[in-house]
């Protein structure tokens, strides 16, 4: 019998596309897949545990699922991804509205658990972590010019302040062959944009029987029929001068670089278990700018982590303000039950670091517009994206604007300009953060 499946994919892009992997399993076992919950046999939700604010989200999530069952709208709910794997006991305890778990290491078997949930069971799916299937089919549910290609699952850094190996497992590249084959049915489908992913992607093929590498792979990728390739995330002590060299050169690989750091001081880099020092770093950034002069440095910041005392945090503003990094996400610590950072001595007072947060917030926004400023009179690539009604123009991204982190282009046009076309705008002003032009014509 076909079922109606609804999936709703929170967190990570990396986690949209285990997200859509589900989709194809239960679409090729012949059920009716839907992004609508109302009216669903059976809504899957691929959830984040990774932070304190993504559990609340995936928690608020359950409970609105539960009121459309209440409703009689909604038959049964499934629970997948890291919230089902880092909460197996605590979930059916806490949330009745569940009606079954599907673990990170489980995404292969939500069709028996969908069927299951059907014939009135509570399945609960907990597979090794360590050995997850990545390389099914998917409906990708990105707009048609723009897709990720998922080259790794897990993570074997070790950082004191996160919970993701014990979520996802340790690191694991898929094949060179599977990859280059995914890749191929994504540029035949009419992807232009090829958004590279990992939570690591520095480390991709080096843990395989045949190890390759990032360089590699990518000079391969630039074979095929994409217009941009873009990297997301790079750890910044296994970039190598290969890699820098293929990332310049080849016309295609972004000159947008997602580099995340978490912090400059070097007592507090180690209390993370990083494995650079802030020398390393800025003399990493330098390579990059001397290598790409158009550069765009991504990273994320954490504020508060235990030991983070005011000369510290004030070492890492200026550190900003010398490195002028175009992009900067700034996050606070949050003590995760089961990582070493939750058991640190002198934890630093939330209030105390939610200020900080701010502070940075506030200096990295100077920073940006700045950046933006630099951009006005010059002529940008941009790929539009449609037409807003509610902005009255269309809009699009540059280079140095990755989905749904970055800002947007805003920009006028004589003519039809489809979605997914490149086209040459003319950056005229700056509007909250996101830049205003016009095309070329």
């Not at 709910?77 to 079954?100: F, M, T, W």
Request: hydrophobic residues 40%; glycine residues 8%; negative net charge.
């Amino acid at each position: 019998m076909a079922y109606k499946v609804a999936f709703i994919s929170l967190g990570c892009a990396k986690n949209l596309v285990n997200t859509e992997q589900m989709m194809a399993l239960c679409q090729k076992a012949g059920h009716i897949v839907t992004g609508e919950a109302s009216g669903a046999d059976v809504a899957v939700l691929n959830t984040c545990g990774f932070i304190e604010s993504a559990q609340s989200e995936a928690i608020d999530n359950i409970i609105e699922l539960g009121e459309l069952k209440k409703a009689g709208t909604l038959k049964k709910l499934l629970v997948a991804g890291c919230l089902s794997q880092r909460y197996p006991e605590e979930i059916p305890k806490e949330l009745p509205e569940v009606d079954g778990l599907l673990g990170t290491g489980s995404y292969t078997e939500v069709v028996s658990a969908v069927e299951q949930l059907m014939a009135g069971e509570n399945p609960e799916y907990f597979g090794d972590i360590h050995r997850t299937y990545e390389d099914g089919e998917r409906l990708v549910t990105t707009p048609p010019y723009t897709a990720y290609l998922k080259i790794a699952e897990g993570c074997s850094n070790g950082c004191a302040f996160c919970i993701i190996p014990k979520l996802r497992g340790k690191y694991r590249s898929r094949s060179l062959a599977a990859l280059l084959d995914e890749a191929k049915q994504l540029a035949a489908s009419g992807v232009k944009e090829l958004i590279v992913i990992a939570q690591d992607i520095t480390r991709y093929g080096l843990d395989l029987e045949e190890p390759t590498s990032l360089a590699q792979l990518v000079r391969e990728l630039c074979k095929l029929d994409f217009h941009w390739i873009r990297l997301h995330y790079l750890y910044p002590e296994a970039i190598t001068d290969e890699l820098i060299g293929v990332i310049a050169s080849e016309p295609k690989v972004l000159h947008y670089l997602d580099i995340p750091i978490q912090h400059c001081n070097d007592g507090i880099l180690a209390r993370m278990r990083r494995r650079n020092t802030k020398s390393e770093l800025i003399s990493l950034f330098q390579k990059l700018r001397d290598a790409m002069p158009d550069v765009v440095l991504r990273t994320s910041l954490i504020c508060g982590l235990p030991g983070e005392g005011e000369a510290e945090f004030e070492e890492l503003c200026q550190f900003l303000r010398e490195q002028k990094l175009q992009r900067v996400g700034v996050f606070q610590f949050s003590p995760e039950a089961g990582t070493l950072a939750a058991a640190m001595e002198d934890q630093v007072d939330p209030d105390t670091a939610a200020r900080r947060v701010e502070l940075l917030v506030d200096l990295q926004s100077r920073i940006m517009d700045a950046y933006h400023e630099e951009r006005l009179g010059s002529v940008m690539e941009v790929l539009c994206e449609g037409f807003d009604r509610n902005e009255g123009c269309y809009v699009g991204r540059t280079y140095a604007d990755s989905v749904d982190i970055d800002g947007r282009v805003l920009f006028t046009a004589a003519g039809l300009v489809p979605a997914g076309e490149f086209v040459q705008v003319r950056i005229t002003g700056v509007s909250d953060g996101d830049l205003t032009g016009e095309i070329e014509e």
